[in-house]
């Protein structure tokens, strides 16, 4: 059964930026696809992204087109996704979720505050 | 780019009774596409439906989801309490990537 299991509540200034990490286990890594959505207080839902298998290719949302890095880690089973430039707009909870055409399995959320 | 309109905003039930929650989409769309998210505060949203109809794995035989084309919705036959929460569609699209609709809010 796969888990994902995200890292902790980051603190930035204005302009800077955040890395975020999925840790997964329970499946074949490098099998699946995961995808980044976040939730800014009070508000819906917004993907951001998605790695896909066998290469490890991200695809991005227009939204965040060259502020949003997704990576991953075959050799730690774990999913990145770095935001630069960062916006007090960003404020947010960012989640992973496994992707299979449907996010089924999701991590418990980072929160990221950016605030001067 | 598609966009999903959920209806209503927020609607108010009592346990025991149903809910009927639609999400229109901007133009027709393939139904395998379509899921259905149940959220809670402080917690991670949950696949609820996908490919419109299908329950995903665990998920009470009270949800059931239907529709096609441009009209979808997701019902709850007899409310439990802790089916309040807020509820979002979904849909997955070319590129790849996502959509979700702005949630119905379902309260006591």
């Known amino acids: 059964q796969v888990q994902l299991v995200q890292s902790g509540t980051e603190v930035k200034k204005p302009g800077s930026s955040v890395k975020v990490s999925c840790k997964t286990s329970?499946?074949?890594?490098?099998?699946?696809?995961f995808s980044w959505v976040r939730q800014a207080p009070g508000q819906g839902l917004e993907w951001m992204g998605v790695?896909?298998?066998?290469?490890?290719?991200?695809h991005y949302a227009q939204n965040f087109q060259g502020r949003v890095t997704i990576t991953a880690d075959g050799s730690t089973s774990t999913v990145y996704m770095e935001l630069s430039s960062l916006k007090s707009a960003d404020t947010a909870v960012y989640y992973c979720?496994?992707?299979?055409?449907?996010?089924?399995?999701w991590g418990q959320g980072t929160t990221v505050i950016v605030s001067s | 780019e598609i966009v999903l309109t959920q209806s209503p905003g927020t609607v108010s039930l009592s346990p025991g009774e149903r809910a009927t929650l639609s999400c229109r989409t901007s133009q027709s769309v393939s139904s395998t596409y379509l899921a259905w998210y149940q959220q809670k505060p402080g917690q991670a949203p949950r696949l609820l439906i996908y490919g419109a109809s299908s329950r995903a794995t665990g998920i009470p035989d009270r949800f059931s989801g239907s529709g096609s084309g441009t009209d979808f919705t997701l019902t709850i036959s007899r409310l439990e309490p802790e089916d309040f929460a807020v509820y979002y569609c979904?849909?997955?699209?070319?590129?790849?990537?996502?959509?979700f609709g702005q949630g119905t809010k379902l309260e006591i």
């Open positions: 979904q849909l997955y699209g070319s590129s790849p990537g996502y959509t």
């Open positions: 329970g499946g074949t890594f490098s099998s699946n696809a």
């Open positions: 979720a496994r992707d299979i055409v449907r996010l089924d399995v």
């Open positions: 790695i896909l298998p066998p290469f490890a290719t991200p």
